[in-house]
């Protein structure tokens, strides 16, 4: 009997500690001599991918801002936005590093691969780039049954948005991301994605920027059909009550959404998605009235 399971357990064996390979965001193909089990990641987009690819318990250092999913918040941050902890990295002994593309300074990530630490490039810009995000991440993590399914999901829902709101008016609509001075989304930013999965064309989606500064001409000429915020306080938009002859403020369409992870571009991004589609078809409604 035990001769009839060893060539069963030496399957196993081999299979759990099998080599991957995975190519990243910057075309470069990624072989680990087994699955990674201590990873670090470096945006909080990649993080709350990681989570959902099933390989939250792997994660061992986060970058700031890595509050999705609420588990994230108890990993260890070792960087933020421009800076990177280089020596608290390799005390972590990571299997892999996973950094943004276009965010993590490029002279630190150089450094780290100096160093001998594994690095993966993820860059995910729109709302299609996600669920392919978190089935790589499950193949790097060994994690793929998990990984398929979330991102299955994630892909279903963004199809049934899709078909809810793709025959419905369009509306024309500004973005404010600040007031001062007065900052929106380009056609780089997620946000831009999320609009026109709903319906919505940005007014701003010609400048190619994720988030260009504008002027308050600017929209005016480009008279929007809703005026949007989020995590901001809704007195940012009392400024463009005043112009009652733009149709956002004549048919009450400037609105604060309850959307807080619409510029993340990962798998928590989905409740802002829906809200801002519910929120923009309330607002096509009430023009239509």
Request: aromatic letters at 6%; a neutral charge.
């Amino acid at each position: 009997m035990i001769r009839c399971l060893l060539p069963i357990a030496l399957f196993l064996c081999g299979t759990a500690h099998a080599a991957v390979s995975v190519v990243d965001d910057a075309g470069r193909t990624v072989t680990l001599p087994h699955p990674a089990h201590r990873i670090v990641s470096l945006a909080p987009n990649v993080t709350d991918a990681l989570f959902a690819a099933g390989a939250g318990a792997y994660v061992v250092g986060t970058s700031r801002f890595s509050d999705h999913p609420d588990a994230a918040r108890r990993v260890p941050v070792v960087s933020d936005a421009t800076t990177i902890d280089l020596e608290r990295i390799v005390s972590l002994r990571p299997d892999i590093v996973i950094v943004w593309k276009s965010g993590t300074p490029a002279a630190q990530v150089d450094q780290l691969a100096r160093l001998g630490v594994p690095v993966f490039y993820a860059e995910t810009t729109r709302l299609a780039d996600v669920a392919p995000a978190v089935r790589r991440f499950g193949t790097l993590a060994g994690t793929g049954a998990v990984a398929a399914t979330n991102a299955a999901t994630f892909d279903a829902t963004l199809a049934r948005l899709r078909a809810t709101y793709a025959h419905r008016p369009r509306l024309k609509v500004f973005y404010q991301v600040w007031d001062r001075p007065l900052m929106t989304v380009g056609h780089a930013q997620i946000i831009d994605d999320a609009l026109d999965l709903c319906g919505g064309d940005n007014v701003f989606a010609d400048l190619a920027q994720a988030a260009p500064t504008v002027t308050r001409e600017a929209v005016l000429a480009r008279s929007p059909d809703a005026i949007v915020t989020t995590g901001a306080d809704a007195d940012s938009l009392d400024g463009w009550k005043r112009s009652t002859f733009l149709p956002a403020v004549r048919y009450g369409n400037v609105l604060t959404l309850d959307a807080p992870t619409l510029a993340l571009p990962s798998p928590s991004i989905l409740p802002s998605v829906v809200t801002l589609c519910e929120q923009l078809d309330r607002a096509r409604q009430r023009m239509a009235q």
